[in-house]
């Protein structure tokens, strides 16, 4: 379930997914942003990540793809009112463009989950509680 938000101007509109957790409970790590950004769409990008982070950035990225996988599974969904920060760090692995050519500045963006690759890469996320 989704709503549309937008200033009353109606310049920058984005979809808000209803039922996602806002962020990992007890935690600041962010899973959902509350409002457009006047300055500009934060963009999209690949973020490296290394063996050594720390373990609650590993359980905040697992908690994400769970939220993730719940609400979207196979389904392509739109970007809307995800953050960009925690997108970033599964971005072109485990969440993958769906549309060609793809707007990594854009709220409508389509994105699409590799389930395959996240069982492997995360398998925790996979297991019911």
């Known amino acids: 379930m989704a709503a549309l938000c937008g200033p009353k101007t109606g310049l920058i509109l984005m979809l808000k997914h209803r ?3 806002s ?3 007890g935690t600041d790590f962010q899973f959902t942003i509350r409002r457009p950004n006047p300055k500009g769409v934060t963009p999209l990008s ?3 990540r ?3 982070r720390r373990p609650p950035d590993k359980r905040a990225d697992t908690a994400f793809v769970r939220a ?3 609400h979207f599974w196979d389904q392509p969904f739109e970007r809307g009112n995800l953050d960009a920060g925690r997108l970033s760090w599964l971005f072109e692995r485990e969440v993958k463009p769906y549309d060609d050519p793809f707007d990594p500045e854009s709220y409508e963006a389509l994105l699409i989950l590799d389930l395959a690759l996240i069982q492997s890469t995360f398998p925790e996320a996979c297991v019911p509680d």
Do not use: C, T, V
């Open 68 to 70: 993730l996988m719940e």
């Open 19 to 21: 039922g996602f957790p």
């Open 23 to 25: 962020r990992l409970p």
């Open 50 to 52: 290394f063996k050594d």
């Open 46 to 48: 690949a973020r490296e």
